[in-house]
């Protein structure tokens, strides 16, 4: 979808996955290298290293955190005495709700949009980059990225958040990324920014 812009900067947050929106414009971008919802959520606010004048009050703010969570951290955290992948899931989300409730706090007339997670690649992804750990079997990450996607899509509204979804126009039928769609099985292709609505961050 065509992105509109009303001359304010949109503060994008995030992983690597922020280079998906390298094109849009008026954005000021803010990688933060590996960083993890867990780590979002654990830290708070000061994970986000804001400095004066990064974010003007009532500028939007977009979020994208997770990928790294589902790739590499559920499985092991799940196998921990006491803990399943339904409550690490629900931990890593409800601490990372609080950082994002905290810096609404700060920006009160800030629109705050929190990306859905991309979908995992599978095992046998074409030139998948072997520098990023994959923990568990597809079907687990498949199915942990939808559950989590789904528990942001229902709690962000209540919250007063706005949810973006840059997960299902991504994924094949299983639930897995789309081979079209990745040139390493982790980044989506720049090009393909379009197919994400952008429209509650971009808009007045």
């Known amino acids: ?111 705050i949009c929190i990306f859905m997670v991309v979908p995992p690649a599978g095992m046998d992804f074409p030139n998948f980059d072997p520098q990023f750990p994959r923990k568990g079997t597809d079907q687990q990450r498949a199915e942990w990225t939808r559950s989590l996607n789904a528990e942001i899509a229902r709690r962000t509204p209540e919250l007063g958040f706005h949810a973006i979804d840059q997960y299902s126009m991504f994924k094949d039928a299983s639930g897995l990324l789309d081979k079209s769609c990745s040139p390493d099985g982790v980044h989506i292709r720049p090009d393909l920014m379009n197919r994400v609505d952008l429209t509650v961050l971009t808009e007045e």
């Open 1 to 111: 979808m065509e992105a509109k812009t009303d001359g304010r900067r949109i503060c994008l947050f995030g992983d690597s996955h922020i280079g998906l929106y390298r094109s849009l414009p008026r954005a000021s971008f803010h990688h933060l290298g590996g960083y993890t919802m867990h780590r979002v959520g654990r830290d708070g606010v000061a994970s986000l290293r804001l400095s004066d004048g990064m974010i003007a009050d009532g500028e939007p703010i977009g979020l994208t955190f997770g990928e790294i969570d589902i790739r590499a951290h559920v499985a092991p955290q799940s196998e921990l005495p006491g803990r399943s992948s339904v409550t690490v899931l629900d931990d890593l989300l409800s601490a990372y709700l609080k950082t994002v409730q905290a810096l609404q706090q700060r920006f009160p007339r800030s629109r």
